[in-house]
C-alpha cells in the first residue's frame, strides 16, 4: 500500500500543477474531507473521512492493501495536517505540498515567518491561543469553523488584548477570497467556515512563559508558589516534547509552567481530590494549556497505564517515589517537595538510595512589622532532585 499525500487549496483543481494532479490521477482511491473531494473532478472512487478520524484511520486504510491510495490534505500536508499523522504511523507516504494558508496570509499582510507565531484549534480548544498572547505579538491561528474567530475575539478580550486587531481571511486563494477587519472587543463579523485569523496583540501585560505569579492560579492553598516552583522547574529541565507527570499536583502549577516553556510539552496532572482536579482543569485552560491531562486518583493505583515520563514533580504522595523513579528512563529527571518531618525522612531515604541532590529552601518576604518592615519565613521546604 503507497499513501499519496496531496495538498490542495481553496481553488482546487485549478490551482494544483500538473505533477500533483498526476499524482491524484494515478491513484486507485482518493480520501479527503467531503469540500475537498468535491474539488477533483476524476471519477476515482472518493471515499470521506468519518469523524472521529484517528480511531478509524488504520482500519480504514489498511482496507486497501497493495492498492495506491491518495489523501487530499489543506495546503502543506505537513502543517498541522493529516500528513505529520500518516508519516508516523505508515512506511510509504509520500508528501505533495501546496502554498499553505499561512504562508498566503502572510504575504497577504507582509509578515515574516520569523515574527509570526501559527497556532491551531482546529478541533481544539481555542483557549491555545493564550499561551502566546503578548503585548506586539503577531499570531495566525487555523481556525476550526465559521465560530472560531468570534470565540478568538472573546478570549482576547477576556486575557486583557480586547484592542487587538483582527483579520479573518476567507477562502484564502480561490476566487472567493475575502478579508474581514475589526478589534477583538467589538468583534461581530460573521465569516465563511473555511477561514484563517490574523492577530495583531495590543493590551496586556500577558504573562510569562515562567515565573507566573501565584495569583494567576485558582487554589485552595495547595499550590507550589512562584520561587520553589522556579527551583523546581530548573532541575525538571523542560525539553521540547517531553512528559512530565505532576504527581500530587495541586493547583496544578508546575504542570502548567512545564506544558508553557514549549508547545509541544505535555504533561499529566495527578490529583487524588476531585475538586482540586477540576481546578486544575480551569487553571490549565485559562492559562493557555488546555491540553493538559488531568488524572483524578490516589497514587500508586493513579499512575497504571500513564504513559512514561521524561520528568516527574512529586509535591504529594511521596511514598510513591520508587514507583516514579522506576517508570523514568535513563537521563530522566525526578524532583521532590517535603515540607513535614516524616515526608522529609521519606526523601533522605531515597536520597541514600538513589544519590542525587538534597537541598533545604528557606524564604522570606519582607512585610509590615508595626511601624516597621520585618521578615516573614514561608514553611522551610526540603527538594530532592535526581537524574536516573
Not at 509570526?116 to 484549534?121: D, F, I, N, P, R
Request: glycine letters at 10%.
Amino acid at each position: 500500500m503507497t499513501i499519496v499525500v496531496v495538498g490542495v487549496g481553496a481553488d482546487g483543481w485549478a490551482g494544483l500543477t500538473d505533477p500533483a494532479r498526476a499524482e491524484l490521477t494515478s491513484c486507485d482511491v482518493l480520501f479527503g474531507s467531503s469540500r475537498q473531494l468535491a474539488l477533483i473532478p476524476l471519477e476515482t472512487p472518493k471515499k470521506t473521512w468519518p469523524s472521529p478520524l484517528l480511531p478509524a484511520l488504520g482500519d480504514l486504510l489498511a482496507g486497501h492493501p497493495g492498492r495506491r491510495l491518495g489523501v487530499l490534505a489543506s495546503g502543506d500536508p505537513l502543517l498541522s495536517g493529516i500528513g505529520t499523522t500518516l508519516v508516523k504511523r505508515f512506511d510509504d507516504v509520500r508528501i505533495v505540498p501546496a502554498v499553505s494558508s499561512v504562508t498566503l496570509a502572510r504575504a497577504r499582510l507582509g509578515w515574516s515567518a520569523e515574527e509570526t507565531e501559527v497556532v491551531s484549534v482546529v478541533g481544539r480548544n481555542v483557549h491555545r491561543v493564550a499561551r502566546f498572547l503578548a503585548p506586539l505579538a503577531r499570531l495566525l491561528v487555523l481556525s476550526s469553523d465559521a465560530s472560531s474567530p468570534a470565540a478568538i475575539a472573546e478570549l482576547l478580550t477576556a486575557q486583557g488584548f480586547g484592542d487587538s486587531a483582527l483579520t479573518v481571511f476567507e477562502q484564502l486563494g480561490s476566487a472567493a477570497e475575502r478579508r474581514v477587519e475589526g478589534i477583538a472587543r467589538t468583534w461581530s463579523a460573521q465569516v465563511d467556515p473555511l477561514n484563517l485569523v490574523a492577530i495583531s496583540c495590543a493590551g496586556g501585560p500577558g504573562l510569562p512563559l515562567l515565573g507566573l505569579p501565584d495569583d494567576v492560579f485558582e487554589h485552595d492553598g495547595q499550590l507550589t508558589k512562584r520561587d520553589l516552583r522556579a527551583l523546581a522547574l530548573a532541575r525538571l529541565e523542560p525539553l521540547p516534547g517531553q512528559l512530565l507527570w505532576d504527581v500530587g499536583a495541586g493547583a496544578g502549577s508546575v504542570a502548567i509552567e512545564w506544558s508553557r516553556a514549549h508547545p509541544s510539552n505535555r504533561a499529566i496532572a495527578i490529583e487524588r481530590d476531585a475538586e482540586r482536579a477540576a481546578c486544575i482543569g480551569r487553571n490549565a485552560e485559562t492559562l493557555g494549556v488546555p491540553d493538559l491531562q488531568v488524572v483524578t486518583g490516589a497514587v500508586p493505583d493513579a499512575l497504571d497505564r500513564l504513559p512514561a515520563p521524561n520528568a516527574v514533580f512529586l509535591g504529594g504522595g511521596l511514598s510513591s517515589w520508587r514507583r516514579c523513579f522506576d517508570a523514568l528512563a535513563p537521563g530522566g529527571r525526578l524532583v521532590a517537595h517535603a515540607v513535614t518531618l516524616e515526608s522529609e525522612q521519606v526523601l533522605a531515604q531515597a536520597y541514600r538510595e538513589c544519590g542525587g541532590e538534597l537541598t533545604r529552601v528557606a524564604v522570606e518576604h519582607a512585610a509590615p512589622l508595626g511601624g516597621f518592615t520585618g521578615w516573614t519565613p514561608a514553611r522551610t521546604v526540603t527538594q530532592w532532585s535526581v537524574r536516573k
